[in-house]
């Protein structure tokens, strides 16, 4: 019986329920003051809960796609590369995507308020920590000198910003986002952007970078989906606008176009690819990796949209492609062809969509589940297409 078949699932109805049963039928004849009894009681009520935790965990697992396979839970499955293949790519001329709120020029007088070193962590990496070898992560607070917003993150430094040489250099840089609600030292601990990045930077297939290692909420404990809420947090804005000047005011990063990229899982995600393609001007890429195409709206949101259909519709990335002129910058929809929710439809349908200048493509595994195991394994394939696009 598959993880996900309804099979499994009926099965451990009736085992808990044929649990629950007996519980209720045997416990008046172990309400004995024996030792034996007690243990009896102990074990069934064990029993009984164990089989209505094991339900729970099914239905949530065939509900959010943690799990497609026995594979996946026990990572037993084959070690398939990821495929990668392009389905639109980028021209010359045509007409490029409107303004979107958020792209004013700064008001006059704004002040700069660089990011706040708060301390430092370890690059999860083998050999010597010598910050010439390995880089250097540092926690930071950035604050958003125009949104008023403020969250807590981590910088990744690559080894060649402490080179002798590159003492004037300027970095592109990666925004990294995880899932709501998230927290950004996973992507240290759970991900190892840093390492992984590294890995890419000495092999030659991604050039190096300042990475930004941020949640996708700066509004915690509400979820903003990186939108600028009408009257309310101007979460967008905070990511297009007040990170890359903090970033820039602080560490040596590159702010001409082009050279900021965005990428995250899940909801940050969906962050990445709706705020690539909404501010070209700022990111010439996205990568989402197990995101989606459309805003959330459900309690941990709220009312993102104040009613308006119009900003609805411009937050579905489907619709975008649809309905309006396609953005000069690059998507790469990353995810896994069996297992990973809607996935796969949605893929093909936002590269079926594609038209230049857009430049679209696609990675997967053969299998997987909306979880670390998959993601890490599509890590190197969206560091590698930002990379493409970031300019020198």
């Not at 629950?20 to 034996?36: M, N, S």
């Not at 729970?56 to 293949?85: K, M, Q």
């Not at 979107?100 to 690059?123: F, H, Q």
Request: proline letters at 10%.
């Amino acid at each position: 019986m598959g993880l996900t078949s309804t099979t499994l699932l009926l099965f451990t109805v009736e085992i808990a329920a044929a649990a629950l049963g007996a519980t209720v039928w045997w416990w008046p004849a172990l309400a004995r003051p024996h030792w034996r009894a007690v243990l009896g009681r102990i074990g069934m009520l064990l029993g009984s809960q164990l089989a209505l935790l094991a339900v729970i965990g099914l239905l949530a697992n065939n509900y959010f796609s943690f799990y497609s396979s026995w594979n996946d839970l026990l990572g037993t499955g084959p070690d398939a590369p990821v495929a990668v293949r392009a389905a639109a790519a980028p021209a010359p001329g045509g007409p490029s995507a409107p303004a979107t709120p958020g792209t004013e020029p700064d008001p006059p007088n704004l002040p700069v308020l660089p990011a706040r070193e708060t301390g430092r962590e370890p690059v999860n990496t083998a050999g010597p920590r010598d910050p010439q070898r390995v880089g250097e992560i540092r926690a930071v607070s950035i604050p958003g000198a125009r949104t008023g917003l403020s969250t807590d993150g981590y910088v990744y430094l690559p080894p060649q910003y402490f080179q002798p040489g590159n003492e004037q250099r300027k970095f592109p840089a990666i925004i990294a986002m995880t899932g709501f609600p998230g927290d950004a030292k996973a992507l240290i601990t759970r991900f190892n952007y840093p390492g992984v990045a590294l890995d890419e930077i000495r092999a030659g297939r991604m050039r190096p970078a300042v990475i930004v290692l941020m949640r996708p909420s700066p509004a915690m404990p509400a979820d903003s989906e990186c939108e600028d809420v009408p009257g309310g947090t101007q979460a967008g804005t905070y990511f297009t606008k007040d990170v890359p000047r903090a970033i820039a005011a602080t560490y040596r990063v590159a702010t001409a176009p082009g050279s900021w990229g965005i990428m995250g899982n899940s909801t940050g995600g969906y962050c990445a690819a709706k705020l690539a393609m909404r501010h070209p001007e700022v990111f010439a890429g996205g990568v989402s990796i197990s995101g989606y195409l459309k805003a959330a709206e459900d309690v941990t949101t709220g009312d993102l949209f104040k009613g308006s259909g119009q900003r609805r519709d411009e937050a579905d990335l489907l619709w975008r492609l649809r309905n309006l002129p396609p953005p000069a910058t690059g998507i790469m929809l990353s995810g896994a062809e069996k297992g990973d929710g809607d996935f796969r439809a949605e893929a093909a349908a936002f590269a079926a969509a594609a038209r230049p200048p857009l430049a679209v493509a696609v990675a997967t595994v053969p299998e997987g589940g909306h979880n670390y195991t998959t993601w890490i394994k599509l890590l190197p394939a969206g560091f590698q297409f930002l990379s493409q696009r970031l300019a020198p």
